[in-house]
């Protein structure tokens, strides 16, 4: 069983930054599968993100975080990031993550899922 938990979310202003993090149960290696980023606001389907390879490269952003966000991992550590700067309010949402065999930006591709980190972006 591979678990996930996700951390760093939190309030902040608009243009603020916000790192979060997504700690894979220690037993599993996260360097074996290819990681996602997702996000949901009430009675919205889940968004996508952001994605990176095994290895971390060829990242995909979503239009709406291009520029902004930065996905990364340290697979020595278990660990996926996600490095968000210059928030704005419709950033706000509940951000999961999310592991699977290839980089995709639907969630069926992905196997295991945190339990999601709310991150509010005040105006």
């Known amino acids: 069983q591979v678990q996930l938990t996700e951390s760093g979310g939190g309030l902040v202003q608009a243009g603020g930054s916000l790192r979060l993090s997504c700690t894979a149960s220690a037993h599993v290696k996260t360097y074996a599968y290819a990681a996602g980023w997702f996000r949901q606001t009430p009675g919205k389907e889940r968004e996508f993100v952001a994605t990176?390879?095994?290895?971390?490269?060829?990242?995909v952003y979503a239009d709406s975080v291009k520029g902004r966000f930065t996905i990364s991992r340290d697979n020595d550590k278990n660990t996926i990031f996600l490095q968000m700067n210059n928030l704005k309010p419709e950033d706000t949402a509940v951000y999961y993550c999310a592991v699977g065999g290839v980089p995709a930006s639907t969630p069926r591709h992905y196997a295991y899922w945190g339990r999601g980190t709310q991150v509010t972006v005040s105006a």
């Open positions: 990176a390879s095994r290895s971390g490269g060829n990242p």
